[in-house]
């Protein structure tokens, strides 16, 4: 991937698992903007992109997934690899090609994730596994109009693309269905040597769709809006997936590695539990949250509400306080306490849930009837 | 806890176990209801519920609330368990068998 992601725009930069990706292009806010409202494309190399081939493919990873393995050629499964302790370890995407299986995966380095794989692969087993990021890029186009701008760049087909599965534009490029921004959300596999001139594609179309260029502090943001779960900020706190509202990604009947554990944290009462919050005042991770004088949990993951206003958090809460709609709390933060309030996220209305790509197109978008994105 | 806080805390917690046990058991869900996040996303991801399910819910909500939905395609409401608690806590308090 080259080192500018637009040969002529400017980023600030930042490290994610060991892979530099843009970080700010223009300003958060208009890049955020560019996600809620017409198109947003980014790097998003840092996540690894890694192919299990083999007669025991399956069994490897069957081996490694907390959940039933249920999915279909071309579709996608959501889930996580756990740590011992039952708390999340990767944020990772099963893709079953018609033989081999792709995983995409945030939160750990391809070489990394490779290791843990060969570490419990049995010894007769034969499996063969190839980072695919070192000869592809993975892009990411985000946005209400997202399929549009895509089914111009590469192919009209996108636009009936179902949620969670993927297709090949040619024998090494592969589009996949699978925003985590609350829009449509597509990622683009490429090999490294056909990026250019996709990007050249991107700039003749910008203008048609008000495209930006989105770097990860405003994809952080959008993740927060919509609370998709971020392995570096609620990946970070050593949670259960009951507390941090996983459950739906792992499967309690499943019997393989670390499920003894997560069985056994089923069964103890949930004792704290994550839970949207809003605030006028400024607050930021790791503040406690009290009700009167009690502290009740902490800040986990906070932002600026840059779709709205004020602050946007998501909170660890004790029980039974960890329940959305109580107008009561309060935050600690810079040595003062401010009103705080639980909510039930997502924080926003996202557009894309009023946008039909069988009827709509981008630029009769002033005709669509969107109610406000926040309020 | 003041008693206020408690009514808040109870009135939400009872009406996401009222939802729970009508997911469960008018979609035939393999799930326990303490499996079922208040926040994740009914369709898509989540609990991967369709657009069948979704006038199931409605009509299984408003006969078990008394609501009446009249447009299905209060789409914000429809996102979460949470997201419909707001929904039919927010009727509740307002004293009306309707809401859009």
């Excluded at chain 1, 399956?58 to 959501?78: A, E, G």
């Excluded at chain 1, 939160?107 to 049995?122: D, V």
């Excluded at chain 2, 069948?52 to 408003?62: F, K, L, N, S």
């Amino acid at each position: 991937m080259s080192d500018s992601f637009f040969p002529d725009s400017d980023c600030t930069r930042i490290e994610i698992d060991g892979v530099s990706v843009p970080e700010v292009f223009s300003s958060i806010d208009q890049e955020v903007s560019a996600v809620r409202n017409s198109v947003g494309v980014s790097d998003v190399s840092f996540v690894s992109v890694l192919r299990i081939s083999g007669e025991h493919a399956y069994d490897l990873i069957d081996r490694i997934c907390p959940c039933f393995l249920y999915v279909k050629t071309n579709q996608m499964k959501h889930t996580i690899l756990l740590k011992e302790s039952g708390s999340p370890l990767v944020d990772i995407y099963i893709c079953k090609e018609r033989i081999n299986y792709l995983i995409l995966a945030k939160g750990m380095p391809g070489e990394a994730l490779r290791e843990f794989l060969l570490k419990h692969k049995k010894t007769d087993e034969n499996i063969t596994i190839s980072i695919l990021n070192t000869t592809h890029s993975l892009l990411a186009i985000n946005g209400p109009f997202a399929w549009e701008a895509l089914s111009e760049l590469e192919d009209p087909e996108v636009i009936s693309l179902p949620y969670l599965s993927f297709y090949y534009l040619d024998d090494d490029s592969i589009i996949f269905r699978a925003g985590e921004t609350g829009e449509f959300g597509y990622l683009l596999l490429l090999p490294h040597q056909t990026v250019d001139i996709f990007c050249k594609k991107i700039i003749e179309i910008s203008d048609d769709f008000d495209i930006e260029c989105v770097g990860y502090t405003a994809l952080e943001y959008c993740y927060l809006e919509n609370m998709f779960f971020n392995i570096k900020k609620e990946g970070a706190i050593d949670a259960t997936p009951a507390e941090l509202q996983l459950q739906w990604r792992v499967s309690y009947l499943k019997k393989g590695m670390y499920s003894d554990k997560l069985l056994e944290m089923k069964n103890r009462p949930i004792a704290r539990r994550l839970t949207g919050v809003i605030g006028k005042d400024p607050f930021q991770d790791n503040d406690g949250i009290y009700y009167s004088d009690k502290r009740i949990g902490f800040i986990v993951n906070a932002n600026r509400f840059v779709s709205g206003n004020g602050y946007i958090g998501l909170a660890l809460l004790d029980m039974p306080y960890a329940v959305s709609g109580i107008p009561c709390y309060e935050i600690f933060s810079q040595g003062e306490k401010t009103p705080l309030m639980t909510v039930s996220p997502p924080f926003i209305r996202n557009r894309s849930l009023y946008v039909n790509p069988q009827v709509h197109a981008y630029q009769e978008r002033d005709t669509i009837p969107f109610p406000p994105i926040t309020g | 806890m003041s008693t206020e806080l408690m009514a808040l805390i109870g009135k939400r917690e009872k009406t996401l176990e009222l939802l729970k046990k009508m997911f469960i058991e008018n979609l035939h869900l393999n799930l326990q209801k303490d499996e079922m996040d208040p926040d994740a996303a009914l369709f898509g991801s989540g609990l991967g519920l369709d657009s069948i399910d979704a006038v199931e819910i409605a009509a299984a909500i408003e006969t078990q609330f008394k609501l009446e939905i009249k447009n299905f395609a209060k789409k914000d409401s429809f996102r979460t368990l949470n997201t419909l608690a707001d929904m039919i806590i927010k009727a509740e308090n307002c004293g009306r068998g309707d809401h859009e």
